[in-house]
T-cell receptor, first 112, second 114 residues
Framework: GNSVTQMEGPVTLSEEAFLTINCTYTATGYPSLFWYVQYPGEGLQLLLKATKADDKGSNKGFEATYRKETTSFHLEKGSVQVSDSAVYFCALQNTGGFKTIFGAGTRLFVKA | DVKVTQSSRYLVKRTGEKVFLECVQDMDHENMFWYRQDPGLGLRLIYFSYDVKMKEKGDIPEGYSVSREKKERFSLILESASTNQTSMYLC?????????????FGPGTRLTVT
């Protein structure tokens, strides 16, 4: 079946450090891939997405590249800020499907 | 601005009570979803609906039911609340057009069953 595996947290970084959160997936066909972010006390919101192999999604300084050969969609940011502290969810959606499969989430703490 | 609202942010109920969680979206979306969020488990789909009066079981429907009488409203019902249903409940909606279907989430209801 379809599944998403992401690195366990929490991840603790100092401000301006480089961020990588690993995400790998298992799916039939060619799913779309997403990163959602959940700030404290809020629901999830879409951060970025990619719909086909080698696509790069980007938003707010975050990037992720859809790698079909390694079934991965790792999230990166060159310089994190305290305001990036949140929980990050990797997710996939099969073509034509309404359902989205979410990973367990990775909590990020950024220290000033 | 897109909006999904949930009736309560925090709720405390007793074991055996019937509990209603309400969700309303103002985007005219066809699809609506109920998830529960637990530490280390991420989001697990309870039920979803792709049209008025239509519903489909998700991955963990046991102990829950849903109702969708109007397009904008999707209710989650705990028929007889139990302590293992203490959790954060998230409602989401998505359009039925324009794949992939981005989901829009409400702020969540933290339910405690004592």
């Amino acid at each position: 079946g379809n599944s998403v595996t992401q690195m366990e947290g929490p991840v603790t970084l100092s401000e301006e450090a480089f961020l990588t959160i690993n995400c790998t997936y298992t799916a039939t066909g060619y799913p779309s891939l997403f990163w959602y972010v959940q700030y404290p006390g809020e629901g999830l919101q879409l951060l970025l997405k990619a719909t086909k192999a080698d696509d790069k999604g980007s938003n707010k300084g975050f990037e992720a590249t859809y790698r079909k050969e390694t079934t991965s969609f790792h999230l990166e940011k060159g310089s994190v800020q305290v305001s990036d502290s949140a929980v990050y969810f990797c997710a996939l959606q099969n073509t034509g499907g309404f359902k989205t499969i979410f990973g367990a989430g990775t909590r990020l703490f950024v220290k000033a | 601005d897109v909006k999904v609202t949930q009736s309560s942010r925090y709720l405390v109920k007793r074991t055996g009570e019937k509990v209603f969680l309400e969700c309303v979206q103002d985007m005219d979306h066809e699809n609506m979803f109920w998830y529960r969020q637990d530490p280390g488990l991420g989001l697990r789909l309870i039920y979803f609906s792709y049209d008025v009066k239509m519903k489909e079981k998700g991955d963990i429907p046991e102990g829950y039911s849903v109702s969708r009488e109007k397009k904008e409203r999707f209710s989650l019902i705990l028929e007889s609340a139990s302590t293992n249903q203490t959790s954060m409940y998230l409602c989401a909606s998505s359009s039925g057009q324009d794949q992939p279907y981005e989901q829009y989430f409400g702020p969540g209801t933290r339910l405690t069953v004592t």
